[in-house]
């Protein structure tokens, strides 16, 4: 069974502090990853996606993978209160994504 | 880019009823779509995954006969719940993709309640 892990939280932050979101995946042979953002009653957001080894960055989202270690993290920067929402790590499983369960993240003004 | 459209965003109906939602890629066309259902604070469950002009393939424990899934186009798969009834009751999320490895791009989903 291919498994994605997270800690559900929730992960609270002051506004304007670094948010850091941590994600295992149990497929050596995984070669995506994506981070989703899920607001309560909405649909995911796709907000990062990474292939390869090392950092990825857009904007205020750092995303980092470490496939040795079988670890993909998503660092958000300046956090706001805009930014509370679950966040979803998902890892692609032939032509499916497993998803983990998501970290609730509070960001409090 | 990448916007996928699904409707109807919300349908109350009687039990006993067949409903069917919509899900469209606009500006790009999808090789392959998939289905998921959530409840309430749970996670997304994938129910099937569907590719154009091929049968769906269905996740264990969901009944393709309860769910029927088409694929007409590279832009377009319908869900038909048939003979919904109370426990069917969820918040259905369509969602696309242009191929294996890459995003799934998410409708904004459709939440359905059975009376």
């Known amino acids: 069974q291919k498994e994605v892990e997270q800690n559900s939280g929730p992960l609270s932050v002051p506004e304007g502090a670094i948010a850091s979101l941590n994600c295992t995946y149990s497929?050596?042979?995984?070669?995506?990853f994506f981070w989703y953002r899920q607001y309560s009653g909405k649909s995911p957001e796709l907000i990062m996606f990474?292939?390869?080894?090392g950092d990825k960055e857009d904007g205020r989202f750092t995303a980092q993978l470490n496939k040795a270690s079988q670890y993909v993290s998503l660092l958000i920067r300046d956090s706001q209160p805009s930014d509370s929402a679950t966040y979803l790590c998902?890892?692609?499983?032939?032509?499916?994504?497993?998803f983990g369960t998501g970290t609730r993240l509070q960001v409090f003004p | 880019g990448a916007v996928v459209s699904q409707h109807p965003s919300r349908v109350i109906c009687k039990s006993g009823t067949s409903v069917k939602i919509e899900c469209r890629s606009l500006?790009?066309?999808?090789?392959?779509m998939f289905w998921y259902r959530q409840f309430p604070k749970q996670s997304l469950m994938l129910m099937a995954t569907?590719?154009?002009?091929?049968?769906?393939?269905?996740e264990q424990g969901v009944e393709k006969d309860k769910f029927l899934i088409n694929h007409a186009s590279l832009t377009l798969s319908t869900l038909t719940v048939t003979s919904a009834h109370p426990e069917d009751s969820s918040f259905y999320i369509c969602?696309?993709?242009?191929?294996?490895?890459?995003?799934?791009?998410f409708g904004d989903g459709t939440r359905l309640s059975i009376l």
């Open positions: 998902a890892v692609t499983d032939t032509d499916k994504l497993i």
């Open positions: 500006d790009f066309q999808a090789t392959t």
């Open positions: 569907s590719n154009e002009g091929s049968k769906a393939t269905y």
């Open positions: 990474i292939y390869s080894n």
């Open positions: 969602s696309a993709s242009t191929g294996r490895n890459q995003p799934q791009h």
């Open positions: 497929d050596r042979g995984s070669q995506s």
